[in-house]
C-alpha cells in the first residue's frame, strides 16, 4: 500500500507534463494587478509583507476572510449582495492572490492569527463580525479566542477544526517526490481539478473563474508558498488538538456548510460542529461544495445577512435545506 501511494503521483508526473499549460511561468505582478486589482483595491505593508485588500461599502464593518488556493474574489457575489448594508472588508490571505509569500514564509496558524491582528489594527478597526471559508475560518476561530473584545460575530463557512485527511489533490502535491517540482509547476489541470472539486454542482463552474485560480497561482512566489501552506496544513490536520478550544468562542456563530464538500466532508466533520458548538447556528445547502459563498453567493449572503441583522429564528432554520 505504501508503495503504490509513492509510485501513483510519479505516474501522474509525465501526464502532468503533457498538459497544454504546465503553470511553470511567472505572471508579472503588475499584469495581474492590472486584472485582477480595481478601484476598491488598497494594498498595505505589514512586516515586510503587502497585501492586497478591498474595502468596500457602508455600514457595520465585516472582514471576510477565503480558503486554501483562493483569493479575495471568492466573495465577489457576498460583495453584490451586502454592500448596501455593510462596510465589507476583504483580503488576499498572505500566500495567495496578489498578496503572495509571506516575507519570512513562517505559514504557521499562530503566525497568520498575528498578521490578520496587525492588519485590522492597521486600518483602524476596532470592531467587527468575520466571515470566514476553510482556512479561513480556522484562523478566524482562533482569531476570536485571542481576541474576543474586538469581534462582534461570526460565520465559519466549511471551516477547518477537527482531525481529518487533507484533500487527495494537496496530499499529492506535497508527496516527498512530487513537492520539488511542485514548488515550480503547479499545472492548468491541477488548479481545473481543484476548482472541480469545491463546486458541489460543475454547471455553476464559469471559464473565467479557472482561469482566475490559475493566473492568481502564477504570481510570483505563490507556487512555492502554496506547498508550504499544504505542508503546514497536513501537520495541524493531524492533531487531536486541532479543535482545542471551539467550545469556548464566546461569539454568535452561524455555521453554513454544503453538502457536497469533499474537502472537508459533511458527513464526517459537519456533526462535530454540531456537537461542539450548541449554541451555535447552522445551515447546509443540499447539492451545494466547499465554498457556498462562492458557488450560491446570493442564497448564502442572504442567510448571513439575517444572521448578522439579528433576524435569523431558529425555526427558520429547521426548514432549511438540511432535509
Not at 472588508?89 to 509571506?102: A, K
Amino acid at each position: 500500500m505504501k508503495l503504490r501511494k509513492i509510485i501513483t503521483p510519479l505516474l501522474l508526473i509525465p501526464f502532468l507534463a503533457g498538459c497544454t499549460t504546465l503553470g511553470m511561468r511567472t505572471i508579472p505582478l503588475e499584469d495581474l494587478k492590472s486584472k485582477y486589482a480595481n478601484e476598491h483595491s488598497k494594498f498595505i505593508t505589514i512586516d515586510g509583507t503587502t497585501i492586497h485588500y478591498r474595502d468596500e461599502g457602508k455600514g457595520p464593518a465585516i472582514v471576510l476572510l477565503h480558503g486554501v488556493c483562493a483569493s479575495l474574489h471568492t466573495w465577489d457575489g457576498w460583495v453584490k449582495e451586502l454592500k448596501d448594508h455593510y462596510r465589507l472588508i476583504r483580503i488576499d490571505n498572505p500566500g495567495f492572490g496578489l498578496t503572495g509569500p509571506l516575507a519570512d514564509g513562517k505559514y504557521t496558524p499562530e503566525n497568520y492569527v498575528m498578521m490578520f491582528d496587525k492588519f485590522v489594527t492597521a486600518i483602524g478597526l476596532e470592531k467587527f463580525s468575520i466571515a470566514a471559508n476553510s482556512l479561513g475560518g480556522y484562523i478566524s476561530w482562533n482569531y476570536c479566542l485571542k481576541h474576543p473584545k474586538k469581534v462582534d460575530k461570526l460565520i465559519l463557512i466549511d471551516s477547518v477544526g477537527f482531525k481529518q485527511d487533507m484533500p487527495w489533490l494537496l496530499n499529492f502535491a506535497i508527496n516527498p517526490l512530487v513537492r520539488p517540482f511542485a514548488r515550480k509547476m503547479i499545472p492548468r489541470f491541477f488548479i481545473n481539478k481543484a476548482v472541480a472539486q469545491v463546486y458541489g454542482d460543475p454547471k455553476r463552474i464559469k471559464a473565467d473563474t479557472q482561469t482566475r485560480y490559475f493566473e492568481l497561482a502564477m504570481r510570483e512566489g505563490n507556487k512555492a508558498a502554496w506547498i508550504d501552506i499544504f505542508f503546514e496544513m497536513r501537520k495541524y490536520s493531524s492533531l487531536d488538538t486541532l479543535s482545542e478550544g471551539l467550545k469556548t468562542i464566546p461569539h454568535p456563530v452561524l455555521v453554513m456548510w454544503g453538502s457536497k464538500d469533499i474537502w472537508i466532508p459533511y458527513e464526517e466533520i459537519f456533526p462535530k460542529w454540531k456537537n461542539e458548538l450548541p449554541h451555535a447556528k447552522f445551515i447546509v445547502y443540499q447539492g451545494v461544495g466547499h465554498i457556498p459563498m462562492e458557488e450560491i453567493p446570493q442564497e448564502s449572503a442572504r442567510d448571513a445577512h439575517l444572521f448578522l441583522s439579528g433576524k435569523m429564528m431558529q425555526s427558520k432554520l429547521a426548514t432549511l435545506k438540511e432535509k
